[in-house]
């Protein structure tokens, strides 16, 4: 059993520390003491206040715009520089393992020389974390998978489709879907989720005028009298989630919802998604909601905490990660339900401040079943949801 003889430690960036409370405490524990400020000149300080020597470190930082300690907005760079500040702080306070929780990666996007002289962003990220001290990288629906290969230390590419299936058993009439991909690209991830549910699937071949926009939207397949899903692994701007439901609609679409990983939802997603032809768009976690969803309410969000979490516990102890592919380690509450409404926001009211931030943990308390025993590790029938093997892509 691999195992690190300190336990685990979970820290959290200034992000998404709302994500990083659910993490710990699915995990049963609390999250590690750390600050993290900036002086007047914009500078990132790190201090870890508690001691690592010899633990397993997990440190959870997203690409996003993270506030600042006044409320201001800063960039994803802030929160890059944030991590790996805090792994070099882990690595010379001697920690045993480090590793970096990325739930939406840095410079994703930029992960091929498309233009003359164009830089390998990505590239350059895997390099700039792996000289900080990082000994293992886990993120979820990386743009393009190669980039775990621009890693020397081991990468766990997580999928939010056990958790997209999920959702799209519990709330949409199966028998009237169809999963659409926006684009061509996205097909691979289209039809796994479609050969899983046993569903048609159409897919989008765009044209671009210039990047982020989106000129000419051509359909092949047949959604006439169903209800199409767009499936995708990041909406930015949403332009071709606007011009693809318009699109659906008009070839006959009954409804039309869009289920994404990351809602990076910048610029001006949130005025083109209330105007269109979306009755919803569904979006994990790995980037905070809490202000998307209050300016649209057609948002809704997956919580995907339970996946990150079960995540890091096998990790810890050696155990496969792979067959979270395949399945949802727990029957956690979820936002969409409605279920656990009044008890998030009793804890939003409670949140703890640790590290100088505060910490909305917007989950059960009988929830801390992850790892409040680590001795009765694994997933058993009774509190997992097992779907068919995913199609590799």
Same mark, same amino acid.
């Given at each position: ?6 336990g685990?430690?979970v820290?959290?960036?200034? =992000? /998404?520390?709302e994500?990083?409370?659910?993490i710990?405490k ?7 003491k ?9 500078e990132? %300080? ?10 397993d ?6 690409s996003?715009?993270?506030?600042? *300690? ?7 760079n802030t ?8 792994i070099?702080?882990? #690595?010379?306070?001697?920690a045993k ?7 939406? $990666? ?5 992960? +091929?020389?498309? +233009?003359?002289?164009?830089? %390998?962003?990505?590239?350059?990220i895997?390099?700039?974390?792996e ?19 621009? $890693?020397d230390?081991?990468v766990?590419n ?8 999920q959702y ?10 169809? %999963? ?7 097909? #691979?991830?289209?039809? =796994? ?6 569903l048609?699937f !159409?897919?989008f071949?765009?044209?671009? #005028? ?14 006439e ?7 995708d ?6 332009g071709?989630?606007?011009? !693809?439901?318009?699109? @659906?609609?008009e070839?006959? !679409?009954?409804?039309? @919802?869009?289920?994404?990983t990351?809602g ?8 083109? %998604?209330?105007?269109?032809? @979306?009755e919803?768009?569904?979006v994990?976690?790995?980037?905070p ?5 209050? +300016? ?9 905490? /339970? ?12 155990? =496969?990660?792979?067959?979270? $592919? ?10 969409y ?6 008890e998030?926001?009793a804890a ?6 640790v ?6 943990t917007g989950?059960?308390?009988s929830?801390?079943?992850?790892n ?5 590790r694994?997933?058993? *029938?009774?509190n997992?949801? /097992?779907f068919?093997p995913?199609?590799a892509?």
């Amino acid at each position: 059993m691999a195992t690190t003889a300190g336990g685990i430690k979970v820290f959290s960036g200034t =992000s /998404h520390p709302e994500l990083a409370g659910l993490i710990a405490k699915r995990l049963g524990q609390p999250l590690g003491k750390a600050t993290v400020t900036r002086n007047e000149s914009g500078e990132s %300080i790190v201090r870890i206040a508690e001691s690592v020597r010899e633990h397993d470190v997990y440190i959870i930082n997203t690409s996003c715009v993270s506030p600042t *300690p006044t409320g201001a907005a800063a960039s994803p760079n802030t929160s890059l520089m944030e991590l790996l500040i805090m792994i070099h702080a882990c #690595k010379t306070a001697s920690a045993k393992r480090i590793t970096a929780v990325i739930p939406h $990666f840095f410079y994703a996007r930029q992960d +091929k020389k498309d +233009k003359s002289r164009a830089p %390998i962003t990505a590239k350059l990220i895997a390099n700039m974390l792996e000289n900080a001290g990082c000994d293992h990288v886990i993120t979820m629906d990386l743009h393009a998978s190669q980039i775990q290969g621009f $890693f020397d230390v081991p990468v766990d590419n997580l999928y939010a489709e056990p958790a997209a299936l999920q959702y799209i058993c519990e709330m949409v009439d199966v028998n009237k879907a169809v %999963i659409v991909s926006p684009d061509a690209g996205g097909a #691979k991830r289209a039809t =796994s989720l479609a050969d899983r549910l046993e569903l048609d699937f !159409a897919l989008f071949h765009k044209e671009r #005028k210039r990047a982020n926009e989106v000129s000419r939207m051509v359909l092949v397949g047949n959604v006439e009298g169903k209800v199409a899903i767009l499936v995708d692994d990041m909406a930015d701007t949403c332009g071709t989630l606007d011009l !693809a439901a318009q699109q @659906l609609i008009e070839y006959g !679409a009954e409804r039309v @919802l869009a289920i994404v990983t990351h809602g990076i939802l910048s610029g001006p997603a949130l005025d083109r %998604i209330s105007k269109s032809r @979306l009755e919803k768009l569904i979006v994990t976690n790995t980037l905070p909601q809490s202000h998307n969803r209050s +300016k649209c309410n057609k948002i809704e969000e997956i919580d995907i905490s /339970h996946v990150l979490a079960e995540t890091i516990r096998r990790s810890h102890y050696g155990e =496969s990660v792979s067959v979270l $592919f395949n399945q949802i380690p727990y029957d956690t509450p979820q936002p969409y339900r409605h279920d656990n409404d009044d008890e998030i926001t009793a804890a939003a009211a409670e949140a703890n401040n640790v590290g100088g931030f505060a910490i909305a943990t917007g989950a059960r308390a009988s929830d801390s079943r992850t790892n409040s025993r680590p001795q009765s590790r694994g997933m058993s *029938p009774s509190n997992s949801r /097992h779907f068919p093997p995913r199609v590799a892509s």
